[in-house]
């Protein structure tokens, strides 16, 4: 089952340029991650933000999580080129006392140069 | 060693033909993961191994059949796939099992004939 809902499905913007994305989840989650994944490839972790955070910092990279609307953004500030890649909110849970990723369906983002 | 290994990088199989993708970490994770991911969908977790035990299956039909022969491998065998299973299959890790970052591999793009 698909827990998180991002928006935009699609994201094009110019090099330098911020871009935001942003994710919904529907049940009580213990901490969210995002991910990026370049084209085909494996996914990389870029941050995870606990269920008591509000918001992290990473680089050029800003979470923010609203636990009350069950949302989260992705700020990427001052975007390049190798920034283009498909990025995928995923929230956690430990059933059986093994850890559950549900993923989002994910934003692609084109940076033009 | 940071990093999670897959082989092979590219399988073709027939619908009789039977199969083992591979998987390994020497990150000294107790937690490790198998996802399937079709194009432009994000990843769907199969399986969960925590402590070489099998703790998560997500109802998978059994012509996937995973194996964690120690706490740096693991494989998953394939036997009398369907032409919708072709996918690219990620291999993931973390620490322990609990709630922290998945370290992921660059997958096995299948492709069933």
């Known amino acids: 089952s698909q827990q998180g809902e991002e928006d935009p499905q699609a994201l094009s913007i110019q090099e330098g340029e911020n871009a935001t994305m942003n994710c919904s989840y529907k049940?009580?989650?213990?901490?969210l991650q995002w991910y990026r994944q370049n084209s085909g490839r494996g996914l990389v972790h870029l941050i995870l933000?606990?269920?008591?955070?509000r918001e992290k910092h990473s680089g050029r990279l800003r979470v923010t999580l609203d636990t009350s609307k069950k949302s989260s953004s992705l700020l990427i500030t001052a975007s390049r080129a190798a920034d283009t890649a498909s990025y995928f909110c995923?929230?956690?849970?430990?059933?059986?006392?093994?850890?559950?990723?549900?993923f989002g369906q994910g934003t692609r983002l084109t940076i033009n140069p | 060693d940071t990093e999670v290994t897959q082989t092979p990088k590219h399988l073709v199989m027939g619908m009789t033909n039977k199969k083992s993708l591979k998987c390994e970490q020497h990150?000294?994770?107790?937690?490790m993961y198998w996802y399937k991911q079709k194009a432009k969908k994000p990843p769907e977790l199969m399986f969960v191994?925590?402590?070489?035990?099998?703790?998560i299956n997500e109802s998978v039909p059994s012509r996937f059949s995973p194996e964690c022969p120690n706490s740096s491998l693991l494989n998953l065998h394939l036997h009398a796939l369907q032409p919708e299973d072709s996918a690219l299959y990620l291999c993931?890790?973390?620490?322990?099992?609990?709630?922290?970052?998945?370290?992921f591999g660059p997958g096995t793009r299948l492709t069933v004939l």
């Open positions: 993931a890790s973390s620490q322990y099992a609990g709630y922290n970052e998945q370290f």
């Open positions: 049940t009580s989650i213990n901490n």
């Open positions: 933000i606990r269920s008591n955070e």
């Open positions: 995923a929230t956690d849970s430990n059933p059986q006392g093994a850890q559950k990723l549900v």
């Open positions: 990150m000294g994770h107790r937690a």
């Open positions: 191994y925590s402590y070489e035990k099998l703790s």
